[in-house]
């Protein structure tokens, strides 16, 4: 069992969980400007401006985006309780709109069809899918996804016993196995999603 | 005349040293991520400053004090070794406690969450608030005297969650001798000078880089600093969690108790079924535990297991001890004496960490060793025999939906219909994650033989997910929906009045209010229990009666842990507010009262005017 799979290897896992191919979009690019707005007024005393906390747990990163797995899951939590100064107040507009700047701030790429509440349409964007297909898209050219891009310079940690092995309602093991199945948008370097040497621990800071 | 001179010289230095400001520390090393024994500081730092005047003859904690707490103070987390929280002053009571006036109030010196136990000796209130600040005040005046700010070693932004819950739950500091000790948020202890604040002092205990952390304070008892480690359910601390004790003069580890591994009961392996300690979590103690000198046994509660699910935990339908539980160690040896399981089998981040508190009661000319607790999340009190660990009693108090009964053994039966078969399914579940019953700590009187309980009414869905760990953040892999009333109840708070005897409990009363409560409860021989809620106020209720006798609304939701103490005759009740991880779980049940959106983490000191006491 692997300790840590590639980043390439993630996309194909959750692209393979939802069945579907990330679709550049979920929310429009003026959705996630308004969000930013929205989100710096109303959420980001707790969350931190870079959605890192930590007077509130993070937003950003991998496992934020697996955790809600979808859109709608998000969705659900925030429209009644967040903030706690005025929860579920906020409108739907502007938790819509916050949500979009999540989800761009994690990697995803704005597309032309604007997020609605919509409960179907809301679950069937996956988070995981949207913002590695969005940073694997941007990774090699930019460095607008922290969060996401981090994720590959942090170090191997233990996993679940149950990681890479088939459940119900969870992806086929086979899908873990496959980096070649998404083609980057643009040429990559000849080492590109394979194992590189790294240094051996994380600089303390 | 030169006599005369002489006196004139020695006041105006007694002056000088009266008025001088507060002294200011902070630990002179730099925390390293592994440093395996203790260290002192730099010499120059030691050897700086004269003590500030006030703790110039600063009484040292014996440990005569820590066995038998003098009743005008408030030396540990909750009073006693027993973790009764209960004060035995009684001069603020039900006919006086409507004349209170504020003292003095102190901001504190962080904002964030906190969960601050203020403690009091020799006239002086140390107080620490999230991030390791210690501050010491003078307990009458409100004058500080000194302060201790940590530098600590920072993190990668990305280790979200491991930031956020290291500075969670920072609960209390403990006095010994003329020390002040701390458990910090990057795993190490950290000892003080209780007259200037400075470091004497440190030990880095274990890796913060992997995700430990201390979210709770020590215990000192039997010459040992006897703590328990956080951050369990991080990724990168898979295998181990640990009670552990220290050497109260050298730092000296002396010996570590893991939770979820323990090679002397095959039945704790096999209770995690083909999971291997590589790859289990959780187990975390995170309330400070009780102390029973006469047995020399230490009384702790165990955290949930992770991943909280176990379609994804992998441990089929085994109980994965000692998650939930609570332990009896041996603080001689480490050795466990003996375990009861109050959930098996979690599968909903239902923790069962919270208070262990011990009860003597004569029965028939016989004295009953209790130990009662609400010991999860799921609020349902238990009683057991101390000595033993035998099963005496359970009783409900929140609504919740999870356990079906127990056996007359002990052995907990729960609801397997709220146990997802498949990733992304969801069922609804009570109580929610935050409680039920949460860090927020209950008293128990001596008075009326009741257990005050503060408790939240909440439901929140939860539907496992299969992702990858990260380093610094949790392995909980579920997806939790916003925590909701159950249905039928309109009231987010609960004080449960439980009746505790040796064969059962019963409700004594029960207070319900439409915010939820946010505070710690104190109950005191004044026949009050005092605590507060998420609307800002502080109430103190009749024990026998549960009636509202006195209330003030101050500047934040009401945090941590209320505590008394009396100097010079007159008694004090000291209030903390601010925001923890409760106050705000479930305001969205309560919107006609706004939360503020600032910090307001302080503490309000209060008193009667000299006439009424």
Known sequence: ?205 | MKIELLKSVMVTTTALALFAGPAFAQNATTPAATAPAATAPAADAAAATPAPEATKNYVPVTDDMLANPPKEEWLMFRGNYNNQGYSQLDLINKDTVGKLQLAWAWPMAEAGIQETAPLVHDGVMFLQTNNNIVEALNAKTGDLIWQYRPTLAELPASWSYQINQARRQKNSIALYEDKVILTTVDARIVVLNAKDGKPVWEKQVLDTQKGYSYTVGPLIADGKIISAISGCSIAGTAGGCYIMAHDVNTGEELWRFNTIDDPENPKQGESWGDVPPENRWGGTPWTTGAYDPATKTTFWGIGMPGPYSELIRGSGEGSVLYTNSTLAIDVETGKLKWYYQHLPRDNWDLDSPFERILVDQDVDGKTQHLLITAAGKNGIVFALDRDTGKYLWHKDTVKQNVVTGVDADGTVQINTDLISKAVGEEHLVCASVSGGKLWMTGSYSPLTKAYYVPLTEACNTVAPTQVEFTAGNAVGAVKFGPRVLPEGITDAGLLDAVDINPTQGDHKWQYRSRPSMTSSVLATAGGLVFGGDAARNINAWDQETGKVVWSQRLNAPIGGYPSTYEIDGEQYLVVPTGYSNAASSISSAFPEIPLPTGSGNSIFVFKLPKSAS
């Open chain 1, 1 to 205: 069992m692997p300790l840590k799979i590639t980043h390439l290897a993630i996309v194909a896992l959750t692209a393979a969980l939802s069945g579907g191919v990330a679709h550049a979009g979920g929310f429009t690019a003026d959705q996630a400007a308004a969000g930013e707005t929205a989100y710096n007024s109303n959420c980001a005393q707790c969350h931190g401006k870079q959605l890192e906390g930590p007077d509130a747990p993070g937003l950003a990163g991998p496992d934020v985006m697996q955790n809600w797995a979808t859109a709608g899951g998000l969705y659900d939590f925030i429209h009644v309780a967040m903030p706690p100064s005025a929860p579920g107040q906020l409108g739907d507009e502007t938790y819509l709109n916050i949500i979009a700047y999540i989800m761009k701030f994690n990697g995803a790429q704005p597309g032309d069809e604007p997020m609605t509440a919509d409960a179907d349409k809301l679950a069937a964007i996956s988070l995981p899918e949207e913002t590695q297909a969005g940073a694997a898209a941007a990774a090699p050219a930019t460095e607008t996804a922290p969060a996401a891009t981090t994720a590959e310079a942090a170090p191997a940690v233990p996993q679940a016993f149950t990681w890479g092995k088939q459940l119900p309602g969870g992806p086929t093991p086979g899908a873990t196995a496959a980096p070649a199945a998404t083609t980057p948008a643009v040429p990559q370097a000849f080492t590109w999603g394979k194992k590189l040497p790294t240094v051996a621990a994380p600089a303390a800071n």
